[in-house]
Nanobody, 117 residues
Framework: QVQLVESGGGFVQPGGSLRLSCVASGSGNSIDAMGWYRQAPGKQREFVAAISRAGTTNYADSVKGRFTISRNNANNTAYLQMNNLKPEDTDVYYC???????????WGQGTQVSVSS
């Protein structure tokens, strides 16, 4: 069982930046991919970004060029640097981890990101 604890998030104006962090604990050997999904009320959770243990990254088209995911394998922590934030980025962001990011074995508690003028 993987436990994930998120931090970061908050409120910013359009064009601003935020950084999310996610620390994984528990079955560390079962984790290859770490990443984030986001979800708005009444909508399905959607993929945002992911990074493998080897450092291979993948991004949703809507965040390419604005968001950067990174990872520190020594302390099982992933980071999502979000720049040039837009109002449509407003969502609850969930950290995810597992052997495949498409089928996570654990989820974070979620953190709110709000972008508004």
């Amino acid at each position: 069982q993987v436990q994930l604890v998120e931090s970061g998030g908050g409120f910013v104006q359009p064009g601003g930046s935020l950084r999310l962090s996610c620390v994984a604990s528990g079955s560390g050997n079962s984790i290859d991919a770490m990443g984030w999904y986001r979800q708005a009320p009444g909508k399905q959770r959607e993929f945002v970004a992911a990074i493998s243990r080897a450092g291979t990254t993948n991004y949703a088209d809507s965040v390419k060029g604005r968001f950067t995911i990174s990872r520190n394998n020594a302390n099982n922590t992933a980071y999502l640097q979000m720049n040039n934030l837009k109002p449509e980025d407003t969502d609850v962001y969930y950290c995810a981890a597992g052997m495949l990011i498409s089928a996570p074995s654990g989820w974070g508690q979620g953190t709110q990101v709000s972008v508004s003028s």
